[in-house]
T-cell receptor
């Protein structure tokens, strides 16, 4: 099992450019998440998908869009990148049971710089 | 509101000593807490979790304590090793399936 994979690992964009961050998991998890991590800070939730076909906003959704392409894949799109979006982006997945609990497994991250 | 904070941003311990990392949370309705370890350049890695109906849970060399009265969570690492050097985050499950992460504590091990 590869777990959670993310592409690309690094990316530099100019202000106004767009890009899509890709995430895939092979653990048959039903829920997937996108976080951003800024220096010296914890992770902040951007968007999540509780199950295939559903997406919901997290704490910091402005400037981002997501697509839950299928059960395995959850992409994050920046339509018009801004320097404030310079960050490390982590994708995570979990299996949510009827009790509503589930450990989240994280990918290795995408380091994005917007100039 | 929902927020998770840490008492100390950095912690330095001697190799072989026990480490205690603390975390405060503000949402008394939170029912699930997780500790994650993040090594440099990597994604967070699950260490241990605890539900709100428990006060203590033990894993391999790690123990999590939950004090709901004062809304405090701690992670104890026994016999700290160089490989324990990392940033440790506590996270709190708030609404639905959202986790709220704390700022993190950097643990450094002195030889």
């Amino acid at each position: 099992n590869a777990g959670v994979t993310q592409t690309p690992k690094f990316q530099v964009l100019k202000t106004g450019q767009s890009m899509t961050l890709q995430c895939a998991q092979d653990m048959n998890h039903n829920s997937m998440y996108w976080y951003r991590q800024d220096p010296g800070m914890g992770l902040r939730l951007i968007y999540y998908s509780a199950s295939e076909g559903t997406t919901d906003k997290g704490e910091v959704p402005n400037g981002y869009n997501v697509s839950r392409l299928n059960k395995r894949e959850f992409s994050l799109r920046l339509e018009s990148a801004a320097p404030s979006q310079t960050s490390v982006y982590f994708c995570a997945s979990s299996f949510i049971t009827g009790q509503g609990l589930g450990e989240q497994y994280f990918g290795p991250g995408t380091r994005l710089t917007v100039t | 509101g929902e927020s998770v904070g840490l008492h100390l941003p950095t912690l330095s311990v001697q190799e072989g000593d026990n480490s205690i990392i603390n975390c405060a949370y503000s949402n008394s309705a939170s029912d699930y807490f997780i500790w994650y370890k993040q090594e440099s350049g990597k994604g967070p890695q699950f260490i241990i979790d605890i539900r709100s109906n428990m006060d203590k849970r033990q894993g391999q060399r790690v123990t999590v304590l939950l004090n709901k009265t004062v809304k405090h969570l701690s992670l104890q690492i026994a016999a700290t090793q160089p490989g324990d050097s990392a940033v440790y985050f506590c996270a709190e499950k708030a609404r639905a399936q959202k986790l709220v992460f704390g700022q993190g504590t950097r643990l450094t091990i002195n030889p």
